[in-house]
C-alpha cells in the first residue's frame, strides 16, 4: 500500500508576469495585514453556512486564532514561492492540507465558498481603493493556483482509498478501552458492517474521529493510529487536553475520556496523513517525539516489529516525566521486538533537561520523523540542521493547524 502522489505538487504552474509583478508589489501589505483579514473572512464564512463551525472547523483552534493564523500562513508562503521560485518549495505544506482535507472530506465546491468570503475581507479590510481590479485579478489567480493544485491532490487521495471526493466517513464499534498509566486512553474499533471492514494503513497515519458533544455540534479531530495494519481494527490513543490560558480545554478529548465506552459506536474517516515511512526502504529510522506525539512513532514501532525488525531503530522522547509519557511501557514492549534499537528519553522533572541530539551518536544515512509541538519541533530541526542532516531527510507532523509556520 502507498500513499497517492501527484505530480501537480511539484509542478505548480508559473504565475504569469503580469499577476507576478502586482503579487509582488502588494504581497508586504497583504502579509502585514492577513492576520485582520483572516479574522473578517471567517467571521463572515460562519455567519453564511453555521453549519462550519459547527460541524468541520476546530472550534477550540477558532477560539484562540490557531486556524486564521493557518490560513495566513499558507496562502502567504503560496504566493512567496509563486514570485520566487528559488525559495524553498511548498510541496510539504500543500501536502499536509491536503491529507488533512481529505481526512476531513473537502470537495472542491467548498473551495468557492472559501474564495468568495476570503476576496470579500480583503476588500473590507484593505478597502476598495487599495484592492483594484488589477490586484484583485492576481491574487484572484494565486488562490485559485492553490486551490487547484490541492484540489488535483486530493482527487488523487480520494482515488487511492477507493471513494469518491468528500465519502470518508465511517461507522465503527468500540471493542477495547485501554487505560494507560500516563492519563490516556487507546481506543480500539472495528466496523459496524461487517460486510464493510476497515482498510489497511501506512504506519503513521491518521483518523478523524467525530464527537456528537452536548450542544449537537459534530466535532472532528485528527489521532494517530497506534497499531499495526491489516487487523480490520483501528487503535488509536487520546489524551485530554487541559485548558491553558489561551485556549479551552479539548472539546472532543474530554468527550472521548468522559463517555465513551466499550460497544459505542463512533464516527470515524478513512486514514490519511504524510508522515509515514518508505516501508521498503532499509535506512535507519530516527523517531523523535513530545508528550502526545510519540503516537504515530507508536504505529511505527508497530510496523518495524511485525515487518521488519532488523531495520535499526532509534527513539528519542521529551516528556514531563516518565509517569506523564504516553504509551511508555507499549513502546518498551514493541522495542523489545526489534533487533537493532536504541531508546532515550529527557523528562523535565526529573532534572533531564530537554532532548539533546548532542547526547546521542546519530546512525549515517538515517531517516527522521518528528512530532510535538512547535517550540520541541523547532529545537529539534535546528539541532539536525546543525548536525548537518539534510532537510530532505526530516519529516515532521504536529496537532496544531500552523504546523507549516516552521518553514517560514
Not at 345 to 369: C, I, K, M, Q, T
Request: aromatic share 8%; glycine share 6%.
Amino acid at each position: 500500500m502507498t500513499i497517492a502522489t501527484d505530480p501537480a505538487l511539484d509542478t505548480i504552474p508559473e504565475l504569469e508576469p503580469e499577476y507576478a509583478a502586482t503579487v509582488r508589489a502588494t504581497l508586504p501589505l497583504i502579509g502585514a495585514r492577513i492576520d485582520e483579514i483572516t479574522p473578517v473572512f471567517y467571521r463572515g464564512l460562519f455567519t453564511a453556512h453555521p453549519d462550519l463551525i459547527r460541524d468541520r472547523f476546530n472550534r477550540g483552534n477558532q477560539a484562540q486564532g490557531a486556524q486564521q493564523r493557518a490560513l495566513a500562513a499558507s496562502i502567504a508562503t503560496f504566493a512567496t514561492h509563486l514570485v520566487d521560485p528559488a525559495l524553498p518549495h511548498p510541496r510539504e505544506l500543500l501536502s499536509r492540507i491536503g491529507h488533512k482535507h481529505a481526512s476531513l472530506g473537502v470537495t472542491a465546491a467548498e473551495y468557492r465558498i472559501v474564495h468568495e468570503h476570503l476576496f470579500a475581507a480583503i476588500v473590507e479590510v484593505l478597502g476598495a481603493d487599495v484592492v483594484t481590479a488589477e490586484v484583485a485579478a492576481a491574487w484572484d489567480r494565486v488562490y485559485w493556483l492553490m486551490a487547484t493544485t490541492l484540489i488535483d491532490f486530493e482527487q488523487g487521495l480520494y482515488d487511492a482509498a477507493g471513494v469518491q471526493p468528500g465519502d470518508v466517513f465511517r461507522q465503527t464499534r468500540v471493542v477495547e478501552r485501554l487505560e494507560d498509566p500516563a492519563g490516556a486512553v487507546t481506543f480500539v474499533i472495528e466496523s459496524a458492517d461487517p460486510l464493510r471492514p476497515l482498510p489497511e494503513f501506512l504506519p503513521g497515519q491518521y483518523i478523524s474521529v467525530g464527537a456528537d458533544l452536548p450542544d449537537g455540534a459534530r466535532q472532528l479531530r485528527q489521532y494517530s493510529l497506534v497499531n499495526a495494519s491489516g487487523s480490520g481494527r483501528f487503535a488509536f490513543t487520546a489524551r485530554v487536553v487541559e485548558a491553558a490560558a489561551n485556549a479551552p480545554a479539548g472539546e472532543v478529548s474530554t468527550w472521548l475520556h468522559d463517555t465513551v465506552a466499550v460497544g459505542d459506536r463512533l464516527e470515524i474517516t478513512l486514514p490519511f496523513g504524510d508522515l509515514t515511512i518508505d516501508t521498503a526502504a532499509t535506512t535507519p529510522l530516527v523517531l523523535l517525539s513530545a508528550g502526545v506525539g510519540v503516537t504515530p512513532m507508536v504505529g511505527i514501532l508497530e510496523y518495524l516489529a511485525a515487518n521488519t525488525p532488523h531495520r535499526r531503530t532509534m527513539v528519542l522522547h521529551a516528556d514531563r516525566s516518565a509517569a506523564a509519557h504516553p504509551l511508555h511501557d507499549r513502546i518498551h514492549g514493541l522495542l523489545r521486538n526489534l533487533h537493532d534499537a536504541y531508546f532515550r528519553a529527557w523528562y523535565r522533572d526529573e532534572n533531564h533537561g530537554l532532548l539533546d541530539l548532542s547526547r546521542v551518536e546519530l546512525p549515517e544515512h538515517a531517516d527522521y520523523y518528528l512530532c510535538g509541538g512547535s517550540s520541541f519541533l523547532q529545537s529539534v530541526r535546528a539541532q539536525l540542521l546543525a548536525a548537518g542532516i539534510p532537510a530532505s531527510r526530516v519529516h515532521f507532523e504536529l496537532f496544531a493547524p500552523n504546523d507549516w509556520l516552521l518553514d517560514a
